[in-house]
């Protein structure tokens, strides 16, 4: 994520800020990807912190307008996990709208979100993370810290974090946009198998074993469940991977035969050098953090099968939605 100025007083700020310490207010443009001063502020901005600027006719900014659900507000804890869980999609689509997905100039639909609680005034419920013909169900009670660290620790998933599943569940609905060019289905197929084969008998017997088993070919072990996983899981790590690099660009830091000031990670079009760069990135962090007796940032491998698939996804993903059919979508 960039860094932005204040544009009053040219201080630095970030992206979840309602106000600078000068006093000025200020909204987010997803477009000119700059705060600004004044405008007409999302319809949510008092409930959950939203800071983009309003868009649609009820005043809700363009990631608000993608919830058609928000989690039951008379059980209180949920106002909070909404928030939680709404700035993990705002920070998830400035990501991909630098890539042009779910701008003005892209003609495709849109992911719908549906945001749940297991907690309601009626008592527990269950909630299903998925994806189902663009439609995002997200269980916000993983955006708990304590839930989701038993989680976390339940399916051995190191990166299952709210901003992950976002990511994630995101890919699943781009999936079904690039899916209606055979270009693009004939180049996935040979890659990471057939999407056709059964997705509920892939799920069990992915869960059938052991949950450390080793897969090479695979960036996570869910990965190796089935193609539709194995999507998901790779653009999630390539946006994991360039929102990392150019965070640590955005912040100043350098390395040797690191990228040079003024770099943008999503403007990189070599796979291998953004994979490069955020690795060295990646490995003097993971060295950091040991001093302080952390987790290590990104403790993942890549293998050659995995840098394959993540130089398709990114291919893919930086060539934009402009070049698609804006009537593929099933």
Known sequence: MQTFRCPTCQKPVYFDNLSCTCGQEMSFDPDAQIMQAGGKYCANRADIACNWQAENAKGLCRSCAMTETVPDLRTADNLPLWQTSEAAKRWMLAGVMRWGWFTPSDPGPRPVFRMLSEQTAGGAADVVMGHAAGLITINVTEASDTVLAQRQ?????????????????????????????WPFLN????????????????????????????????????????????????????????????????????????????????????????????????????????????????????????????????????????????????
């Open 187 to 330: 180049a996935f197929r040979a890659l990471f198998g057939d999407e056709r084969a059964d997705y509920a008998a892939a799920l069990q017997s992915h869960y059938s074993k052991p949950v450390d088993q080793p897969h090479p070919a695979h960036i996570t072990q869910y990965a190796s469940a089935h193609p539709h996983e194995d999507w998901a899981e790779t653009i999630a790590h390539l946006l994991h991977l360039t929102d990392l690099l150019d965070s640590g660009a955005a912040a100043g830091m350098s390395w040797p035969d690191g990228p040079l000031p003024g770099y943008d990670a999503y403007a990189e079009p070599d796979t291998e050098a953004l994979l490069r760069h955020a690795i060295a990135l990646t490995i003097a962090t993971n060295h950091v953090n040991r001093a302080v007796d952390l987790p290590d940032l990104y403790p993942f491998v890549l293998t050659a099968p995995v840098r394959e698939k993540l130089g398709f996804a990114h291919a893919q993903m930086t060539k934009g939605a402009g070049a698609l059919n804006p009537y593929a979508f099933a």
């Open 153 to 181: 620790e339940q399916f051995g998933e190191l990166y299952r974090t709210m901003l992950g599943h976002m990511r994630h569940e995101t890919a699943h609905f781009l999936f079904t946009r690039l899916a209606g060019d």
